[in-house]
Each structure stands twice: as C-alpha cells, then as structure tokens.
C-alpha cells in the first residue's frame, strides 16, 4: 500500500512553477493583456482587459554579474516592487510595479546603486526602435573551447551604442549577438549582427600531456571530420591540419 512521502523526499523534480513568483496583477490579468505602449525610453505600460495597469522599468545589465549586485537589485525590488522583478533573455532586468509614481525613483536608484542604464524598448507603431542588450555566450568564464572571450568585447560594442539603448532612434529593430567559437551555443545567427570569434590554427599536440591525461581512442573519435590519428607507437596523437575545422571538441 502506498503511503504518503515526507516533504522531505521531493529533491530533484526541477524548479517551482513560475505562477508562485509572478506578481498578483499579472495572476489576475494572465493572458488577457488588451495592449501596450512604450512612454519613454525603457518603460513600458501594460494595460489589462480589466482596466489593471502594470508598469515595467527595463535595465541592460551584464550577462554575468555577481551574488552583491543581484542583492542590491533583489533589495530595490523589495523597496519598490513588492519583491518582484526578472531577467530577459537578453540580459536586461525588469522591475513590476502598478504605481507609475514609483518609476522615477526606481530609475534613480537603480542608477545610482548599480549604474545600469534604462532602455532597450522600442515602439514599433510610432516607427521608433532602441537598440536591445547583447546576448553572448559563456566566454572563458566557464566554457572550454572559445577563440576569444565574450565580457569585454560586448562591454566595448555596448560603450560606443549606448545611445541607442538609452533612446529610440534606430529605423528599424535590432539585436546583436556574440559567439566565442563557431559552435555558436548562443544561435548568434538568428540576430542582425552576429559575431564570431574563430580558431585559425590547429590544435598543438603536448605529447607528454597526451600520455598523461588522454585516453587516445577516445580524444580520437571526439572529432567530426576524422582529423586525429592514434600513434600508437608512441602513445600519442596527430592532427591532420587540412582536416581539422577548429571546433574544440577534441581538448574539451
């Protein structure tokens, strides 16, 4: 006969249905938004069926940041929002709220906390587009196979297009990406501008490294194009540099 299980023996079933985070008015009005409008540069206002109202503030921040300015955040939100805010999927933070008089405070102090700046909207009726945050992927961070690290390039890019994401002046909508080797975990093609970063030389092979910490047959049948060949002899491995197309597979 089946019994009961102690709370204590659900560990692993995923994380909690995103209903028990989403603040009331979104619960009260899920799917029956009547329309949108963008008042200013990185707020939005939706306005539900019922007549509810609920205000969005936009902020670029980095793809990585640290646990201290996730609590600065988490704190303003807390002040503000009723705890409630989120993160898009191109890196931007989105703080809730259904008091409009909150927004210019909230802007000053996210600004004045964090220095992340307000933007990445666009009103597509009004034919007035700002530039959204750049999505990028892990870079040297935590990833083994990037030709070039992806922080510092999208921080470089996003200092000379601020304007565009502080206020809607493009004529048409526009996302970039960034990819740290041409496996792309990013799917940065599916943006306006893509880039790339790409290993231009064969792998160079440490014979005694090899030896040590490679099980040959395997490091072997990790490449797509059948580049590396076992030498057995001398417990090592060779790569075929006309074959080798730079993915990385084979030192990761």
């Known amino acids: 006969m089946a019994t009961e299980k102690p709370s204590w023996w659900k560990t692993d079933f995923g994380p909690p249905h995103y209903e028990q985070f989403l603040p009331e008015?979104?619960?009260?009005?899920?799917?029956?938004?009547?329309?949108?409008?963008?008042?200013?540069?990185?707020?939005?206002?939706?306005?539900?069926?019922?007549?509810?109202?609920?205000?969005?503030i936009r902020f670029g921040t980095p793809r990585l940041i640290s646990i201290y300015t996730i609590r600065e955040l988490c704190?303003?939100?807390?002040?503000?929002?009723?705890?409630?805010?989120?993160?898009?999927?191109r890196h931007n933070v989105e703080f809730i709220t259904t008091d409009e008089s909150k927004i210019d405070d909230i802007i000053k102090e996210v600004q004045e906390t964090t220095g992340f700046p307000c933007g990445g909207t666009w009103d597509a009726p009004s034919g007035k587009y700002g530039l959204s945050n750049i999505i990028h992927t892990q870079g040297w961070v935590h990833c083994h196979t990037p030709a070039i690290d992806a922080s510092g390039i999208v921080k470089a890019i996003m200092d000379e297009l601020y304007e565009y994401f502080t206020d809607?002046?493009?004529?048409?909508?526009?996302?970039?990406?960034?990819?740290?080797?041409?496996?792309?975990?990013?799917?940065?093609?599916?943006?306006?501008?893509?880039?790339?970063?790409?290993?231009?030389?064969?792998?160079?092979?440490?014979?005694?490294?090899?030896?040590?910490?490679?099980?040959?047959?395997?490091?072997?049948?990790?490449?797509?194009?059948?580049?590396?060949?076992v030498k057995a002899k001398e417990k090592t491995l060779e790569v075929d540099g006309e074959k080798c197309m730079f993915c990385g597979n084979c030192y990761t």
Do not use: F, Q
């Not at 619960?27 to 539900?48: L, Q, T």
């Not at 809607?168 to 790339?196: E, F, Q, R, T, Y």
């Not at 910490?213 to 059948?226: D, F, G, H, R, V």
């Open 168 to 229: 809607m002046k493009l004529p048409a909508l526009c996302g970039i990406s960034l990819a740290c080797c041409a496996n792309m975990c990013g799917a940065v093609h599916a943006s306006d501008i893509s880039i790339v970063g790409i290993h231009r030389t064969p792998p160079l092979v440490d014979d005694d490294a090899v030896r040590r910490m490679c099980e040959l047959p395997t490091t072997a049948a990790s490449c797509p194009n059948a580049a590396i060949k």
């Open 75 to 89: 704190d303003i939100a807390d002040k503000y929002c009723d705890g409630h805010l989120r993160w898009t999927s």
């Open 25 to 56: 008015v979104v619960k009260k009005n899920y799917g029956k938004w009547a329309y949108h409008e963008v008042i200013k540069p990185g707020v939005i206002k939706r306005v539900a069926e019922s007549g509810d109202t609920v205000y969005t």
